[in-house]
């Protein structure tokens, strides 16, 4: 069919099927920026075009349709490498971070503007009803129109978005444009899909229809006789090599426990085959033509199943050390399958896979049992947690290719070295060999730190020497990445009667699904980002981590703390409760405090010894006192206009770290260039947060300049250093101080070249703004340096270098406080008021800062209120889409949603600064448990809390 | 996949269409069904709705007729249009499928969690079909055939119609929804209408308790919810238990009955 329509206003026809999905067709003809994120299901908005100028989704749409017609994507809104009003005031409100919805933003606002000139919240709310935003949350988009409205008028117009830090710097603590705002927004190629070239095969996985079975036979002959198919990888013909996805520093305290491909499959969704095709068709057809024969096994999908005597096993491999293996080894491995694998620790975390048990630890300070003796009241609860999905808008995305002898990997992922590192042993090649470009990653939260389809894409373009595109659709999201883990956390307490804390226990269980990637580390820190929150001489904790045969977990935003944080914060409201104290005044009596030293943290490593941390800044005093005043501790006001809607408030302190010292590493270079402008090399992995605005304020900070004379470029295994990626909070401590401490070299190095020109010492002499030399007979400006520099006769370019490996903490902490109305009818919890005070050190980009916590805070309100993976009994997933999972929209928003950042100057991290973004995800649960109990008493100790939920424990339907 | 996508000039064209493609073939409206790969429509060949002039609003003696291809968002900014209904079409957050999504394409596809149909059935909505004329909505509920819907008919009604939605979240899928329209006179209700969302693909009517509500033998919020909870017979699924789902029904009528109530009173 011949169609013929209008695109960005310019003519154009073409052939094409008439049933062909839009979304696609505009891709095709460059419009990358109408991406999907829904498998076309008009969910999430990313696919948003105007259509004769009204927003529709171009996913739902087929070719058939819009001939003769108008189509208009984000390329309509602006004119060469400017912004329209709406799309600068996107980048200038903070919300543009991950952005794989940016674009489709731009256009919704812009439509809204042109309807309503000056809308409302609800008008707002309407507009962008339809759009899925998972990185920020959706409080600063209102901000953004009000911005983009006041641009409309005047192009000009600017005001203040977000509070500013630091009146001593000029850009730290500022609010300025981020660096990949404009590219991001405007639609440009960022993303790894946009990297496709044409002709490149498509890879797609045959998935385990079992949650366990072995596959008995697999024929691929049928598969293979397919034109255009090149490859079929099973466990017949991949590598033999035994690795963990987690993407973490080596040797990995996660076991070894899966190939590319097993003969056992663990998961539904576990992988079977993969096919490398011409064309994604072919590929499909493919799939269907492998025939596998499948012994079915029983299944285990609970922390009990799993315990249970003579319980199946997940992994009855043979299990092997690469240190420190156990003398009862040739013991443990009788009787196991080979069909099963192997299961190789890098070094011993007590797991026992022969009893499901992948990881665990046990630790404690203090004497426990004389903890629980002293005190006058011994509380003890269970708190349980449900899977849940990282869910970014982007789904996980892989582009190899070949470049003369060496692999190109375009990745979406928080870890590039990891996962040079991961390829390479797994196809057998040395790292020079790969290069890995981080591309712009629409959305991480953990479940991209994994290694979780880059190996197949890697060796499938390593043995076809051919270009290879895979990309995940959103079920494969659900059942074939990660999560959160399952838990199970028991909490015992001890206090005198005056509250203070006299012992402390946590028992934490953790579900880790078939593989043990992360499975000692999220478990622990399940504790060790909780328990340091209070002082008690006694703590102990045990954390067992078991195998079973749900969706895989592994890394997400929080990392184990919002589970941990969910059952020692609830409990110890309920320690209040039974006390007759107020919360916030036990909450007082205990907590830490700025200069207290942290033993607890001497048994809380990350798979070797911890280190005690004096704390050095704690915001906590701060947090406490204001949101408090903000919320109106205390002093709620009843909503009620009807007798079935009750109050009720909550308050909860939460904490996390900043990276990971003694384990982690970053580096940074920074070079000058003939002009005196500037070259940033960073390691770090900016997932959307900011991290390379971050490293070009900080560079900018120290060489005194505008940041306009600083460029970066990160996350590329060949033209930037070392870092060991994006995780655990690492981003502004480690990568940031990298960057800083590079400055500081090359600020050293510039100083020196400029006393050799002006023939002053160099004590004499010192940077100024905006970017020159001051010394007392006169001055240079870092182009003449640079020029000298670059003469026949002059020193040579010069580099400023650093590395970043620290044993001090730079703890991040914070008080969220939280109102919510209970309808005892309904059994809805309606969140009024959200506060998070959140302590970051210096809010080096504070609108970025703030747009991570409300992010944060959104997801784990999802976490609590809404989202959960269902499965049915045999382990298939019954919700594998958005809508009936149950992210959160920005009608989904609390009332009355504030952020505040209290600053501290923290000694170790970049000018003060300390993490900001996974912090935010523990206060949601607990603080909304106890507004819960406040509001009707009764305690909720099992996430999410459903209305079905609250209504059977009202009384109101049978239990 | 469509492969075929034709586009006939007018209704008898369209009829005869499907009647030579038969099963393979589908009236397409705005094709927001259609198009989503999770609702598993297999259609080869599209009877495309768009010459048909399906997509007016306009007013007659007897009531108000809306154009099958209308969409959900013409509804909400149509002056024209109850305020119940408009509400009902709002219940579809996305702004991008309101602008495609069409009223035709929603009471054909018979959803249990439909955004309008129970606010149809209990305005008293008529379906005006190729195939039948025009039809009580009930009536058009109950034939299994495809037929073209060409205009859905809402009649001059008195008195006040309120519609509720219980999502668990803002885009959620309904648990439960309920419509009711209700007249009264002299302080005394003489007509109610009351449609229920989520029990059973379409909406149902509860006639029986629109007959206790006329006949006084239920006047309350809280014996209505009673009623409601016990008359319907909705399935446990991700979204609930049956228990759960008979409760928020009883509620959601018990709110539609006060608020019409107090409104009419």
């Known amino acids: 069919m011949k169609i013929s329509f209008k695109l960005n206003g310019v003519p154009r026809s073409i052939d094409t099927e008439p049933g062909r999905n839009v979304q696609q067709l505009l891709q095709s003809m460059g419009q990358v920026s109408v991406r999907n994120s829904d498998d076309h299901t008009g969910f999430s908005g990313s696919d948003t075009v105007l259509l004769d100028g009204r927003i529709v989704s171009a996913g739902l749409l087929i070719a058939a349709q819009i001939d003769g017609r108008s189509v208009q994507t984000v390329a309509s809104l602006s004119q060469g490498n400017g912004m329209s009003a709406v799309q600068s005031a996107l980048v200038d409100a903070g919300v543009v971070q991950s952005a794989y919805n940016a674009p489709a933003a731009a256009l919704a606002i812009t439509d809204l503007l042109n309807r309503i000139p000056d809308p409302g919240r609800e008008d707002i709310?309407?507009?962008?009803?339809?759009?899925?935003?998972?990185?920020?949350?959706?409080?600063?988009?209102?901000?953004?129109?009000?911005?983009?409205?006041?641009?409309?008028?005047?192009?000009?117009?600017?005001?203040?978005?977000?509070?500013?830090?630091?009146?001593?710097?000029?850009?730290?603590?500022?609010?300025?444009?981020?660096?990949?705002?404009?590219?991001?927004?405007?639609?440009?190629?960022?993303?790894?899909?946009?990297?496709?070239?044409?002709?490149?095969?498509?890879?797609?996985?045959?998935?385990?229809?079992?949650?366990?079975?072995?596959?008995?036979?697999?024929?691929?002959?049928?598969?293979?006789?397919?034109?255009?198919?090149?490859?079929?990888?099973?466990?017949?013909?991949?590598?033999?090599?035994?690795?963990?996805?987690?993407?973490?520093?080596?040797?990995?305290?996660?076991?070894?426990?899966?190939?590319?491909?097993?003969?056992?499959?663990?998961?539904?969704?576990?992988?079977?085959?993969?096919?490398?095709?011409?064309?994604?068709?072919?590929?499909?057809?493919?799939?269907?033509?492998?025939?596998?024969?499948?012994?079915?096994?029983?299944?285990?999908?609970?922390?009990?199943?799993?315990?249970?005597?003579?319980?199946?096993?997940?992994?009855?491999?043979?299990?092997?050390?690469?240190?420190?293996?156990?003398?009862?080894?040739?013991?443990?491995?009788?009787?196991?399958?080979?069909?099963?694998?192997?299961?190789?620790?890098?070094?011993?975390?007590?797991?026992?896979?022969?009893?499901?048990?992948?990881?665990?630890?046990?630790?404690?300070?203090?004497?426990?049992?004389?903890?629980?003796?002293?005190?006058?009241?011994?509380?003890?609860?269970?708190?349980?947690?449900?899977?849940?999905?990282?869910?970014?808008?982007?789904?996980?995305?892989?582009?190899?290719?070949?470049?003369?002898?060496?692999?190109?990997?375009?990745?979406?992922?928080?870890?590039?070295?990891?996962?040079?590192?991961?390829?390479?042993?797994?196809?057998?090649?040395?790292?020079?060999?790969?290069?890995?470009?981080?591309?712009?990653?629409?959305?991480?939260?953990?479940?991209?730190?994994?290694?979780?389809?880059?190996?197949?894409?890697?060796?499938?373009?390593?043995?076809?020497?051919?270009?290879?595109?895979?990309?995940?659709?959103?079920?494969?999201?659900?059942?074939?990445?990660?999560t959160r883990h399952p838990m199970r956390v028991g909490v015992k307490l001890g206090a005198k009667k005056d509250g203070q804390l006299t012992a402390v226990y946590m028992k934490v269980e953790a579900n880790t699904g078939p593989?043990?990637?992360?499975?000692?580390?999220?478990?622990?820190?399940?504790?060790?980002?909780?328990?340091?929150?209070?002082?008690?001489?006694?703590?102990?904790?045990?954390?067992?981590?078991?195998?079973?045969?749900?969706?895989?977990?592994?890394?997400?935003?929080?990392?184990?703390?919002?589970?941990?944080?969910?059952?020692?914060?609830t409990a110890m409201a309920e320690l209040a409760q039974t006390l007759h104290m107020d919360h916030f005044d036990l909450i007082e009596k205990n907590r830490v405090r700025q200069g207290v030293m942290l033993e607890i943290l001497r048994c809380l490593g990350e798979g070797r010894e911890g280190v005690p941390a004096r704390v050095e800044s704690c915001g906590l005093d701060e947090a406490l006192t204001l949101g408090r005043e903000m919320i109106g501790y205390g002093t709620k006001e009843e909503s009620g206009d009807t007798d079935h809607i009750k109050t009720g408030q909550g308050v909860v302190i939460v904490q996390q770290g900043s990276g990971l010292p003694g384990l982690d590493q970053a580096n940074a270079n920074i070079t000058m260039l003939s002009d005196g402008t500037f070259m940033v090399y960073s390691g770090g992995a900016d997932l959307g947060t900011g991290l390379d605005t971050l490293c070009v304020k900080i560079a900018a900070e120290t060489l005194c300049c505008d940041m306009d004379l600083i460029a970066i470029i990160s996350g590329d295994t060949d033209t930037t250093p070392f870092d060991t990626g994006a995780y655990a909070s690492s981003g502004t401590y480690f990568s940031?101080?990298?960057?800083?401490?590079?400055?500081?070299?090359?600020?050293?190095?510039?100083?020196?070249?400029?006393?050799?020109?002006?023939?002053?010492?160099?004590?004499?002499?010192?940077?100024?703004?905006?970017?020159?030399?001051?010394?007392?007979?006169?001055?240079?400006?870092?182009?003449?340096?640079?020029?000298?520099?670059?003469?026949?006769?002059?020193?040579?370019?010069?580099?400023?270098?650093?590395?970043?490996?620290?044993?001090?903490?730079?703890?991040?902490?914070?008080?969220?406080?939280?109102?919510?109305?209970?309808?005892?009818?309904?059994?809805?919890i309606k969140i009024k008021k959200y506060y998070a005070l959140q302590?970051?050190?210096?809010?080096?980009?504070?609108?970025?800062?703030?747009?991570?916590?409300?992010?944060?805070?959104?997801?784990?309100?999802?976490?609590?209120?809404?989202?959960?993976?269902?499965?049915?009994?045999?382990?298939?997933?019954?919700?594998?889409?958005?809508?009936?999972y149950g992210v959160p929209m920005i009608g989904d928003l609390p009332e009355s949603f504030k952020v505040k950042l209290v600053q501290t100057d923290d000694p170790f991290g970049p000018y003060g600064g300390k993490s900001v973004a996974e912090i935010s995800t523990n206060g949601a649960a607990p603080v909304i448990a106890i507004a819960v109990h406040d509001a009707v008493g009764i305690w909720l100790r099992d996430w999410p809390f459903t209305p079905e939920k609250v209504l059977r424990a009202l009384g109101k339907i049978e239990t | 996949m469509i492969d075929n996508f034709l586009k006939p000039e007018t209704v008898s064209s369209a009829t005869a269409l499907k009647k030579e493609h038969g099963a393979a073939a589908c009236y397409f409206g705005g094709g927001t069904l259609i198009n989503n790969p999770s609702n598993g429509i297999d259609c080869r060949t599209a009877i495309d709705l768009s010459r048909l002039d399906l997509d007016r609003i306009h007013v007659e003696d007897n009531g108000l007729r809306i154009g099958a291809r209308v969409t959900f968002q013409d509804v909400i900014d149509n002056p024209q249009v109850p305020e119940a209904l408009k509400r009902a079409a709002a219940f579809l957050v996305s702004r991008q499928t309101r602008n495609m999504a069409t009223i035709g394409g929603n009471i054909a596809a018979r959803r249990t969690d439909s955004y309008l149909l129970p606010c149809l059935t209990a305005l008293g909505a008529r379906v005006q079909t190729a195939e039948l004329g025009e039809v009580p909505m009930e009536d058009y509920l109950s034939e299994s055939g495809p037929a073209l819907i060409l205009d859905v008919v809402i009649p001059n009604t008195r008195g006040r119609c309120d519609v509720r939605r219980f999502n668990r979240q803002f885009a959620g899928p309904a648990v439960m929804s309920a419509a009711m329209n209700m007249v009264m006179e002299d302080g005394k209700v003489i007509a109610a209408a009351l449609a229920m969302g989520g029990v059973s693909p379409g909406a149902i009517r509860l006639s029986k308790i629109e007959r206790q509500i006329m006949d006084g033998t239920l006047s309350t919020p809280e014996g209505i919810a009673q009623a409601v909870a016990q008359e319907v017979s909705p399935a446990a699924d991700l979204l609930g238990s049956i228990d759960f789902k008979k409760h928020i029904g009883g509620i959601l009528a018990a709110d539609c009955f006060r608020t019409c109530f107090l409104e009419e009173a």
């Open chain 1, 736 to 828: 940031g101080n990298a960057a800083l401490k590079a400055a500081q070299d090359l600020k050293r190095q510039i100083l020196e070249a400029a006393s050799g020109m002006l023939d002053e010492p160099l004590e004499r002499l010192t940077l100024a703004y905006p970017g020159i030399v001051q010394g007392e007979s006169g001055q240079l400006s870092y182009q003449e340096i640079a020029h000298a520099l670059e003469r026949g006769d002059g020193g040579g370019q010069i580099t400023g270098r650093a590395t970043y490996t620290t044993e001090d903490a730079a703890i991040p902490y914070g008080a969220h406080f939280c109102q919510v109305d209970v309808d005892t009818r309904t059994g809805e």
């Open chain 1, 515 to 569: 593989y043990g990637n992360h499975s000692l580390t999220v478990p622990m820190n399940a504790c060790s980002k909780s328990l340091p929150l209070f002082l008690c001489d006694n703590f102990s904790f045990d954390v067992t981590t078991y195998y079973s045969n749900i969706f895989p977990t592994g890394a997400y935003q929080g990392y184990g703390a919002p589970q941990g944080s969910f059952a020692l914060q």
């Open chain 1, 125 to 482: 709310i309407d507009a962008l009803g339809g759009l899925y935003i998972r990185d920020s949350g959706y409080e600063q988009y209102f901000t953004a129109v009000k911005l983009a409205r006041q641009r409309l008028g005047d192009p000009e117009y600017s005001t203040r978005v977000s509070d500013e830090f630091r009146p001593d710097l000029r850009e730290v603590g500022k609010a300025r444009r981020k660096v990949d705002g404009p590219k991001l927004v405007t639609g440009q190629k960022a993303f790894v899909e946009d990297r496709v070239e044409p002709g490149s095969c498509v890879l797609k996985m045959l998935r385990s229809p079992h949650a366990h079975a072995y596959i008995h036979a697999i024929d691929v002959s049928a598969a293979e006789q397919i034109p255009g198919v090149l490859l079929v990888i099973t466990h017949e013909n991949c590598p033999d090599v035994y690795y963990t996805s987690a993407g973490q520093g080596a040797p990995e305290p996660s076991p070894h426990d899966r190939r590319m491909f097993g003969q056992k499959v663990r998961h539904v969704g576990d992988r079977v085959a993969a096919v490398v095709a011409e064309t994604e068709e072919i590929a499909l057809a493919a799939l269907d033509a492998i025939k596998v024969e499948y012994e079915v096994l029983p299944a285990i999908f609970t922390i009990d199943a799993a315990q249970a005597e003579n319980a199946p096993l997940v992994h009855n491999s043979r299990i092997s050390f690469m240190s420190g293996a156990p003398d009862d080894l040739d013991e443990q491995n009788q009787g196991c399958d080979p069909r099963d694998g192997q299961v190789i620790y890098p070094f011993p975390i007590h797991g026992y896979p022969h009893r499901n048990i992948a990881a665990s630890v046990s630790g404690g300070i203090g004497d426990i049992q004389t903890g629980f003796d002293e005190a006058d009241v011994v509380l003890e609860r269970s708190y349980t947690t449900k899977q849940v999905h990282c869910t970014p808008c982007e789904n996980h995305t892989v582009y190899t290719k070949m470049d003369g002898d060496r692999l190109i990997i375009h990745a979406s992922t928080q870890v590039p070295w990891h996962l040079r590192r991961i390829v390479a042993k797994v196809l057998g090649i040395r790292e020079n060999r790969i290069r890995v470009i981080k591309e712009r990653v629409g959305g991480g939260y953990g479940s991209k730190q994994d290694i979780l389809l880059e190996e197949v894409c890697a060796y499938a373009t390593w043995k076809t020497g051919r270009p290879v595109f895979f990309q995940y659709t959103r079920e494969e999201e659900f059942i074939a990445t990660s």
């Open chain 1, 839 to 884: 302590d970051c050190g210096t809010p080096i980009n504070p609108e970025l800062a703030e747009g991570q916590v409300y992010g944060g805070v959104l997801k784990s309100i999802g976490h609590t209120l809404w989202e959960q993976m269902h499965t049915d009994q045999e382990g298939h997933c019954l919700n594998p889409d958005l809508r009936d």
